[in-house]
């Protein structure tokens, strides 16, 4: 992830993402580890944000340690219950000194590591903070999505900020997504005008195979984001449920 990502908007992520049904997503991650049979309690949230998913998941009774990179959405997550346990790390460097039951990454969050040697270390940092018999489950953006330019979008409503205009631009030898972000939001009553580029990579089902396999994961199953069905070559977004194993 570059340093001009989730920087200035970090104070808005909550506005950003108002609509968001964070509830459904916990959900789905809870019915999905109910469909492998497996109970866990203590769970790594990696990439975790501003901690909406860790603080869900601490109000059902998780013990939950969450995980980002941007100190700046460390800060807004760490102003919220104090329930969950918060630190600034770059997952290919991830030591937390301790195990979890299960790990979680969610948002696509995996797709912002766009160089496949750094991914190919956070698969294995976090396989280390996975107890063996343990799950770990996250979701990207496809290649399908990003080619067809699904984070092209836009909210210019009256009263509901940060206004934004999103576009964005996919290299399909690269296969980085390039996303040009323009923000209005309301501070102090004034609004004030900025810009993030930030960049996702396109990372194939088979890759991510492959580097879960490293980094001492079985792929139990790949869903279609939110169902329990196989993926297609025009799913947008599909969800991992590896098991450790090694």
Known sequence: MSSNQFTQISPHYDDLMAGVPYGLWVEYVQALLKHVGFDGHNVLDAACGTGNVSEL????????????????MIEAAKAKSGRVEYHVQDLAELDLGRQFDFAISLFDSLNYIIDVEHLAKAMIRVGEHVVEGGYFIFDVNTIYALAHHFFDQANLAPGRYPHYIWSSEYDHATRLCTVTMTFEVLENGET??????????????????QMLINAGFEVVDIFHAYRFRKPTRRSDRVFFVAKKVS
């Not at 998941?57 to 700046?72: F, K, M, N, P, T």
């Open 57 to 72: 998941l601490a109000e059902r009774g998780y013990g939950v340690v969450g995980v980002d990179i941007s100190a700046g």
């Open 192 to 209: 004030r005008q900025f810009k993030e580029v930030h960049t996702q990579r396109g990372h194939s089902l088979e890759e991510l195979q």
